[in-house]
């Protein structure tokens, strides 16, 4: 069937008495097929029990009853117009309008030429696909390679390859093309061994079969022969063979070339024993060849035995013949002899430590160790290659080696003199920079090479002590012999800081912070600080050279500059100028306090709830208080003041006054009878003298009143006094009180 063909449709009016005619529908309604494929007509219609018949351009075709039309393996005969003829069992017919119509395409035909492989596993086969009916234009296909308008196939291996020529309406022809190959070629190599070690009487015969015959050889890359034998091949070595048959196909095989193993000759060697002597000895071992063996110096005769004697320092040459008289290859041996042996001493002078403290000390080279020394005032010799205990003169020194070859020198012993060490100094930078140095140098000593030391550190062959600070240290050189002597070398500071005083200004008076001093560095490297200390070792917190507002008394400075190095310590005084006053002294005389002096006086006054203030116009020796309260006094000479005077507690009522170190009130006040209370309040523990004084600052009446603390009433009997105004006057030590009080 060829699919997307519309169906034919035929149909007639049914009758009122008479089943209608079939609808029929038949498909394909066309088909174009290839000679010699398959078509099938199949036709669909209502009703039961219907027949069909079947015609091709109107004839009718005899075996197609069924609803269906297979045509097989179809010809051109095949084509045409196609109808069916369907009746239903009351004989009403109908057939297809349209016929179906087949159209056969011509048979497509193919044939294959090809060409073989050249050589055995090849890919150079070529086939070529011939096409012939059909519908031109062609594409080819061969094996699983896509189609392609050219026939012809290149590359080929040997093989069967499908071939598919397809035309232009697609229909298509098979065939199986096959591409053959020659025979391998087959080498075979038989090698020839060599008869001695490293021979070149080896050989290869190459036989070669197969492939496209009239084969030629070649060994090792050379030119081609046509025999396959190969003689004067050299033993244990590989060669590659090469078979070429007569269209260029070639195999290539490996053969070794075997034979006895090389000669391998190790010789053992006994030296001279001297220089000159002829006392050598060579020893050969030998494998390889074939045994037994026989030995040959230089041109000479062959001989058994493997070892040559009495042989002097010299190159020889020796041959080997095996068993089945193989040659080996010359080996050369050299007979050495020691190095001629030479003796060298060298002589410590006599020393510190006495007239035979000398010594000498032997070398030798060359010759054959061990050694032995003979010194010319010894009758033996000895292993050890110094000579102690030698005093100054002149010997022979005699060494000996292992092989009993002798060797003189003559050597002198002298005596050193004293050794005295002397330095020279490089200051340092500063007094904590470790770049102080000290060279040391000597005279006199035993020998030239000495050692020096700095304790606390090792021992060192360089005279040059670097990394030193300054400071005093002790340095000690030892002389070859170990005589040593000291010094003490001091390492000075390049730069010491040192501070002195520049300017200073004394304080006016006694008290005053009015001071001024100023100190200037030397040495040392910038910036600097500077540390002014007081008397009382306070420090001040200005680290500057310059100081105000100074104290008076002793300060001492130190200076630190940048590389933390301190100064000594200087000092600088500041003064008073004017001395101060004495303290002043105030009694009571009377109602009125007096101070015993007479010029700058200043009365102060003050509560227990306000600060001290100085009293307006208060400057005469004498002052009536005029409230409570304390009073003192201040003199003041040159701007200088004095000491304030002990304080006078000044009570002028009888009011209660507040609690203070002393305070004192009476009640009844006015006095009215022969008695009073007194009450005393203080906070320090202390004995308290009660006095009673008239305007006049006579004493009338007095009571002492022992130790106590806190609060306490006194009973005080009064004598029989006269109307009129009394103070009393309380004292605890320092502490003062005063009361004014009234007699009627």
Do not use: H
Request: hydrophobic share 35%.
């Amino acid at each position: 069937m060829v699919a997307g063909v519309e169906p034919v449709q035929a149909a007639s009016e049914p009758s009122d008495n008479v089943l209608a005619p079939p609808v029929i529908t038949v498909a394909p309604r066309s088909a174009s097929a290839c000679e010699g494929s398959t078509v099938s007509l199949s036709v669909t219609a209502t009703g039961t029990n219907v027949t069909y018949a079947w015609f091709r351009n109107g004839q009718a075709i005899s075996s197609a009853t069924s609803s269906s039309l297979v045509l097989a393996n179809i010809t051109t005969a095949n084509a045409g117009d196609y109808t069916v003829q369907v009746t239903n069992n009351e004989g009403s017919a109908n057939t297809n309008a349209s016929p179906a119509r087949i159209t056969v395409n011509p048979r497509v035909t193919i044939t294959a030429t090809t060409t073989p492989v050249t050589c055995a596993g090849g890919a150079n086969g070529i086939a070529v696909l011939a096409a012939a009916g059909g519908t031109a234009p062609y594409q080819y296909q061969l094996g699983s390679s896509a189609f392609q308008a050219s026939p012809t196939f290149t590359g080929l291996r040997d093989g069967v390859y499908p071939g598919v020529v397809r035309d232009a309406v697609g229909c298509t022809a098979q065939t199986n093309v096959q591409i053959s190959q020659p025979e391998s070629i087959s080498l075979v190599l038989q090698a020839v061994a060599a008869k001695c070690p490293g021979g070149s009487d080896g050989g290869i015969v190459s036989t070669a079969t197969g492939g496209n015959g009239g084969f030629r050889y070649q060994i090792n890359g050379g030119p081609y022969q046509e025999s396959g034998v190969f003689f004067d091949l050299r033993a244990n070595t590989n060669y590659f063979v090469t078979a070429t048959d007569r269209i260029g196909c070639t195999v290539s095989l490996n053969a070794f070339i075997g034979g006895p193993a090389p000669f391998d000759v190790k010789p053992g060697v006994k030296l001279a024993s001297c220089v000159g002597s002829a006392d050598g000895t060579v020893s050969l071992t030998v494998a390889g060849g074939t045994g037994p063996y026989q030995y040959q110096l230089g041109n000479g005769a062959f001989q058994t035995s493997n070892t040559f004697t009495n042989l002097g320092a010299n190159t020889y040459e020796f041959t080997i013949r095996d068993a089945i008289g193989c040659i080996s290859p010359k080996t050369t041996v050299r007979v050495e002899q020691p190095a001629p042996l030479v003796v060298r001493a060298t002589s410590i002078p006599t020393n510190c430590f006495g007239t035979t403290s000398g010594s000498i000390s032997v070398t030798t080279t060359g010759g054959a160790s061990p050694f032995q020394y003979q010194l010319n005032t010894s009758q033996s010799f000895q292993g050890e290659s110094i000579f102690r205990n030698v005093g100054a003169g002149s010997y022979t020194v005699t060494a000996r080696d292992a092989n009993g070859c002798l060797a003189t020198t003559p050597v002198s012993v002298t005596s050193s003199p004293t050794l005295r060490a002397r330095a020279a100094t490089v200051p340092a930078a500063c007094c904590n920079c470790p770049t102080g140095s000290v060279i040391l140098a000597s005279e006199g000593g035993a020998g030239t090479l000495r050692q020096y030391n700095l304790p606390g550190r090792p021992i060192q062959a360089s005279s040059q002590f670097t990394g030193l600070g300054p400071g005093t240290y002790k340095f000690k050189i030892i002389d070859e012999a170990g005589c040593a002597d000291s010094l003490d070398v001091t390492v000075a500071n390049a730069s010491p800081v040192t501070v002195a005083p520049s300017r200073t200004r004394d304080v006016t008076c006694p008290g005053r912070r009015d001071g001024e001093a100023v100190v200037l560095p030397t040495g040392g490297r910038g910036p600097y600080t500077f540390f002014w200390q007081t008397e009382r070792r306070d420090t001040l917190t200005s680290r500057t050279g310059s100081q105000t507002g100074l104290a008076e008394g002793v300060y001492t400075i130190t200076v630190l500059d940048s590389n933390r190095c301190q100064s000594t310590p200087a000092t600088v005084t500041i003064r008073s100028i004017f001395p101060q006053p004495p303290k002043p002294v105030v009694t009571l005389s009377g109602s009125s306090l007096t101070v015993n002096d007479t010029t700058g006086i200043q009365w102060y006054y003050r509560t227990d709830t306000t600060a001290a203030r100085p009293l307006p116009a208060a400057t005469l020796p004498t002052l009536t208080p005029f409230a409570s309260g304390l009073y003192y006094v201040i003199v003041t000479r040159n701007g200088c003041p004095s000491p304030q005077s002990d304080p006078f507690q000044f009570v002028l009522t009888a009011a209660p006054e507040p609690v203070t170190e002393l305070a004192i009130r009476v009640y009844p006040n006015p006095v009215t009878s022969e008695r009073l209370q007194v009450e005393i309040n203080q906070v320090q523990r202390s004995a308290v003298k009660l006095q009673m004084v008239d305007l006049s600052g006579r004493s009338v009446s007095q009571k002492n009143i022992p130790a106590f603390s806190g609060k306490q009433q006194v009973d005080w009997a009064l004598p029989n006094l006269p109307a009129g105004m009394y103070l009393i006057k309380a004292e605890a030590g320092q502490r003062q009180s005063m009361l004014r009080v009234m007699v009627q």
